[in-house]
């Protein structure tokens, strides 16, 4: 079944690790939001202290790509992935998926615009947040497709969090995953309260 409510006890993984811990995350952050690029895993290492940084990995709070290199920092990517974000302070960068880009305002505790697009159509999607509300949208019928794979962030599952313009085309997506009990439909606004849920973050 492709549900619509969210089990938010699962959310807040980003306040169960140490102070030092989401400090050392937002350093990371700005080192990639500022340089558009992965970090060598020893220069991380260097950047937070290696036990911090075990911390982080253990927790797939970030994540490493392919050739080993800091580059999944949740929301952000060091990739080019199409969810693209600007925060109310001029910096952007890409969010590893919808869901992601939607949680930027709790994460950053301030507005943001994202330029993205339908999955399915291709077509354009932009809206404006704030802390508290979708201010602004491009598109009135907006569909969040989500997979939950317990609780654990995942570059994988990244993959199937996207905008879609219509709902038929989300489901569709979403059906090799119905029978997982892992598989979520939203609208704009229900996906944008569980974002600010799992990204509600104190610094």
């Known amino acids: 079944m492709i549900k619509s409510s969210f089990d938010f006890s ?3 993984k980003y306040k169960t690790v140490s102070a030092e811990a989401r400090i050392a995350r937002f350093r990371l952050i700005d080192c990639v939001i500022a340089t558009k690029q992965p970090i060598a895993t020893a220069d991380a290492a260097a950047m937070v202290g290696q036990s911090i940084l075990d911390e982080l990995l253990a927790s797939h709070i970030v994540n490493q790509n392919c050739c080993g290199n800091i580059a999944h920092l949740y929301p952000v990517s060091a990739s080019e992935i199409g969810h693209s974000v ?3 302070d ?3 960068f890409n969010a590893m998926c919808a869901i992601d880009s939607l949680g930027c305002p709790a994460t950053f505790g301030m507005a943001c615009e994202i330029n993205s697009f339908c999955k399915d159509t291709g077509e354009k999607v932009y809206m404006k947040l704030n802390q ?3 201010e602004a949208a491009m598109h009135a019928d907006i569909f969040v497709s989500y997979v939950d794979n317990a609780g654990q962030a995942s570059c994988d599952c990244c993959g199937m969090m996207n905008f879609f313009r219509h709902e ?3 489901r569709d997506v979403l059906k090799p995953y119905a029978n ?3 598989a979520y439909l939203w609208t704009l606004s ?3 309260l569980a974002a600010q849920m799992m990204f509600d973050i104190a610094h």
């Open 10 to 12: 699962k959310a807040g």
């Open 86 to 88: 600007k925060l109310a």
């Open 90 to 92: 001029g910096r952007s």
């Open 132 to 134: 508290q509300k979708i």
């Open 168 to 170: 038929e085309n989300a």
């Open 180 to 182: 997982s009990g892992n």
């Open 190 to 192: 229900d996906a944008f």
